[in-house]
């Protein structure tokens, strides 16, 4: 192999270095609305005005980000995104829990413990993958205020936990239609029950799509703003409408590095969670992709 790298022709070296330079330039033009963002979010007033989106901090300050956590004012409270960010992580903790659990155990069932008619209990969970969430609105509105969740942690968890489950299952059961049956078959055999055949077998090798699971819905509730806005109080907002507050607030001189520092407050679990776990993201769907 690496005689053949080394016999690699020059015409074939020039095309690999056109493609890295391609790929680089393409991550730079992705990635410079964040470093707009994070730049803006550490420059003076002054500066922004005076000076040009990518230019440097000549005098770099963190009061904006004091400020945009503690002090900015979201409509007619002037105490930050803190609140609303602690608000989105005690709605995503338990909703990612609850739809990846459930998630694995109909993917499981739906694999290990076919029964008449799981095809098609599968295909009405696919399809609610593709539902649009507008047109549940007022459905939804309406049983969360027959259950009593309306405008609720609770209700937002309940919410995401059911749009999720579809997601979780369709992850879930292809990743086990790649184990094979044998080992259910044969834990039946030794007397072994479903939670148990879980916990022992299906459990331990689930690591990759566990990590797909968590990571997908901690993404997609983290940054949902249509079911924070539709379902949620003053006091009980996520940090996404938050920040839309934040940014829609006039008290006179536009801040736009409180704006920038609070949008990156906002992003930053997201950004966390990709940076730590994006290669296992990846390993995580091509898992199951292959049987046997």
């Not at 993917?107 to 969430?133: H, N, Q």
């Not at 009593?148 to 489950?165: C, E, K, P, Y």
Request: proline share 5%.
């Amino acid at each position: 192999m690496d005689n053949v790298i080394r016999r690699r022709t020059p015409a074939a070296r020039l095309a690999r270095a056109l493609l890295l330079t391609v790929l680089i330039l393409a991550a730079l033009f992705y990635l410079m609305p964040l470093v707009v963002m994070l730049l803006t979010s550490v420059k003076p007033l002054e500066e922004i005005r005076a000076g040009s989106l990518l230019a440097l901090p000549m005098n770099p300050t963190f009061s904006p980000w004091v400020k945009a956590w503690g002090e900015a004012c979201t409509g007619m409270r002037c105490d930050g995104v803190s609140v609303y960010f602690f608000n989105s992580i005690a709605i995503v903790i338990p909703a990612v829990l609850i739809s990846t659990t459930v998630g694995a155990l109909n993917g499981y069932a739906l694999t290990k413990w076919r029964f008449k008619g799981s095809e098609l209990v599968f295909a009405l969970m696919l399809f609610g993958c593709f539902i649009p969430f507008q047109v549940v609105l007022l459905p939804m509105a309406q049983t969360l205020g027959w259950l009593g969740l309306a405008s609720s942690r609770a209700g937002l968890v309940l919410v995401h936990v059911i749009f999720g489950i579809a997601f979780t299952t369709l992850f879930f059961r292809n990743f086990y239609v790649a184990i094979p049956n044998e080992l259910v078959s044969a834990a039946k055999l030794d007397g072994a029950g479903f939670f148990r055949i879980f916990w022992r077998i299906l459990l331990p090798v689930s690591a990759p799509i566990i990590v797909v699971s968590v990571i997908w819905q901690f993404t997609q509730i983290w940054n949902d703003f249509l079911f924070g806005v539709a379902f949620s109080a003053h006091d009980t907002q996520p940090v996404t409408v938050a920040l839309n507050n934040l940014v829609n607030t006039s008290t006179g001189v536009r801040e736009y590095n409180v704006d920038m520092a609070a949008a990156m407050i906002a992003a930053l679990p997201t950004l966390v969670v990709y940076v730590l776990a994006g290669k296992y993201f990846v390993r995580g769907l091509t898992a199951g992709s292959v049987k046997g």
